[in-house]
Structure formats: C-alpha cells, structure tokens
C-alpha cells in the first residue's frame, strides 16, 4: 500500500477502531467504473477514499457512551448521529485534509440514495457483495431480488456507515484488494440472498459464515424494537427538544433527514412495489 495511505489509515484506524468500527480505502475510479454515471462520485478517479463499516462492538464501545453522553438530539436516529460523531473526530484529527463523508443514509432530491454502500464495501476489499447476478440460473424468476454484502469476520453482522472521501488525495497507485469470496457455492449463494430477502428479521442471513462475533441479545433487541421505544429499552430517557441542547452539526454533506429513519428513506426513488421494512436494523 502507498505510504501515504498507509499512514492516513492508520490515523483514522487510531481514532475509529477503538470504537467498533473499520475503515477500507478505496480509489473512486474503482467505485465509478461498476455504476452508470448518476451513480458516479463527481471526483478524478484517482482520489483516496474509505470505506468505513461499524462491527457488533460498535453497540457497547460507541453508541450505549454516547446514548449516555449529552450530544443526543432529538428527532434524528441516534445511531446516525453517533457515527456522524466518531466521523467528526476524524475530521478533527487530520483538520489539514479536505474531507467529504456520504453518509449510507443520505440521499439526493428524487431519493435516489448518494453513495451505494454495498459497492463500495466490495471495491474496497472489505466485504464481497452478493448479487444475483452471482447466481448461476436463479430460481427467482420476475421477484426484486436485493444483494447483500458478507464480510469475511462478521458475516452479515456488520454495517456499513458511509465513506470519507478526501478531495484533492490522488493515489494513483493504490493496489485493489479483492474482497474474500466466503459464500462461493450456489446452493450457499440462494440461502444467503433468500434469507436476507424473505426472512431478514430473524437475523439468519448474517450466519452466512460463522461469524467471529454477533450483535448481543440487547444489540438486537435495540434494532428490533421501534426507534421510539430504544431509548426507554435502554433505560435511558428520551432527549429534551430544547436546541440548546443540540450537538454540533452532523460533518455530513448534507445533514439527515427528520426521522424516523430506516432504509425506507432511500427507497422511494426505485420501485414503488418494494414495501419497507417495519423497523430498521443496522
Ligand atoms: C434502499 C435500501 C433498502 C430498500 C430497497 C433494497 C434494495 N437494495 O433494493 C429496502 C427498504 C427494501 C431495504 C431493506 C433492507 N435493507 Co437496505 N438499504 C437500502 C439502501 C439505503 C440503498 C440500496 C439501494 O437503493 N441500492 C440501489 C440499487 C440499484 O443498487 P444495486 O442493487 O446494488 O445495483 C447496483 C450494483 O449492482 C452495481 N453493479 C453493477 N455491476 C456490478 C458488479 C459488481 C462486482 C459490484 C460490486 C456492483 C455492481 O450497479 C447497480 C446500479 O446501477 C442501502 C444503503 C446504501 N446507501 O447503499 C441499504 C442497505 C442495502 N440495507 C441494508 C439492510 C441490512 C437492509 C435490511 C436487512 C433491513 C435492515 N436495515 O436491517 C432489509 C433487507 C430486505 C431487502 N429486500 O433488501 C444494508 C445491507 C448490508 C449488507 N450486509 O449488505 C445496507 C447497505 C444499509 C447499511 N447501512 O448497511 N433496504
């Protein structure tokens, strides 16, 4: 790896890692070249990105501190706005960079989401993205199939939070990392996309390989109980509307929508037909 990636991951892993998340670098071009142009990041292709990604410690090391801290504000999830946080610190240990993040959740006017996720997990080796494509003769005949990412240590028990992109940063250079294939059989390949399709909520499809660790039995029951309710589960109380209470500003290019927020605030853009998910889950 270049050296100067190498030194600029090392940074934000010292300030990210502690908290349960990781971060992959990534050239745009690699991201650009997989997706038609309204999909494509407006920067030369040899500009340094990364992806960043929360793994099941994020729940205890990351989000349950800064639930308990003052920062919360009300109305926008505060899974969100942890990250944007943790993302925040970054920007702040390295104020010499340029640095846009794209949040997953961000979306242009007509909804169509600013950064797909699951791509740029896969460019930026960290987590293979199955799609049906992947399928050899797929028994789903006119069914909306969704792709799913797996990463190699957490299986599907992962998030992927956005990217960091760093204009100006050109790393013509930088090696592609391949993402490890850990569903390689087609029989694997249908359970795995079948499951993250049909059955999402009983969490199966994220045991698509054993797993180094999952969401906790209170991570999952954060996630599958209705964003109003989470903070009370926690046993923590709702914060006050009163703005003076408010964190800084979110560093994201645009900040969040009004909750709720689930992944039905990107869809709106592509077919009507796929119904959301009740509650969102990480
Ligand atoms: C909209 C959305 C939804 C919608 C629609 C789902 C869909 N994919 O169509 C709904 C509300 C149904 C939904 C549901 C869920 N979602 Co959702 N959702 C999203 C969101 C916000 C955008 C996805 C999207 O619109 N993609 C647009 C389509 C067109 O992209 P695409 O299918 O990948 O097509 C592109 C690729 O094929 C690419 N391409 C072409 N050739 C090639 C070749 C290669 C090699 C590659 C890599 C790419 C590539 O080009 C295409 C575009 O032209 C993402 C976050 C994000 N910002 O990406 C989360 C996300 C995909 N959802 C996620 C999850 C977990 C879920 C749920 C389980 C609920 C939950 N949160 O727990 C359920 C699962 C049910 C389901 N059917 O998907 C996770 C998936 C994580 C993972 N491991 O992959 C994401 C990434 C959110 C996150 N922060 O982690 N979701």
Excluded at 140 to 149: A, D, N, Y
Excluded at 202 to 222: C, G, I, M, N
């Amino acid at each position: 790896m270049e050296l100067q990636v190498a030194e600029l991951k090392q940074k934000i892993e010292d300030t990210l890692c502690p908290f349960g998340f990781e971060v992959y670098p990534f050239q745009v071009a690699w991201y650009n070249a997989l997706l038609p142009p309204a999909f494509h990041l407006p920067l030369p292709g040899p500009t340094l990105a990364f992806l960043v990604l929360s793994t099941p410690a994020m729940f205890d090391r990351a989000l349950k501190p800064f639930l308990q801290s003052c920062h919360l504000r009300p109305l926008t999830d505060p899974v969100d706005q942890c990250v944007a946080y943790h993302l925040g610190r970054v920007r702040k240990n390295l104020p010499e960079l340029q640095m846009e993040v794209i949040a997953d959740y961000e979306v242009h006017p007509n909804r169509r989401p600013k950064i797909l996720a699951q791509t740029a997990a896969h460019v930026a080796g960290a987590a293979y993205y199955y799609q049906r494509k992947d399928v050899e003769a797929d028994p789903w005949g006119t069914q909306h199939i969704s792709g799913v990412c797996i990463h190699p240590r957490y299986g599907g028990w992962f998030a992927i939070r956005g990217v960091m992109l760093l204009p100006g940063v050109e790393v013509p250079d930088l090696p592609p990392t391949k993402p490890l294939d850990c569903v390689p059989t087609r029989a694997a390949r249908i359970t795995l996309l079948e499951g993250f399709n049909f059955h999402w909520r009983d969490w199966t499809y994220r045991d698509a390989v054993t797993p180094q660790e999952r969401y906790s039995e209170e991570q999952k029951a954060y996630f599958s109980t209705p964003p109003a309710q989470r903070l009370a589960l926690l046993g923590l109380a709702q914060p006050s509307e009163d703005p003076s209470s408010a964190s800084p500003e979110l560093p994201f290019t645009t900040l969040p929508p009004k909750k709720p927020q689930n992944p039905s605030r990107a869809r709106g853009w592509l077919s009507p037909s796929i119904s959301p998910p009740a509650s969102p889950g990480p």
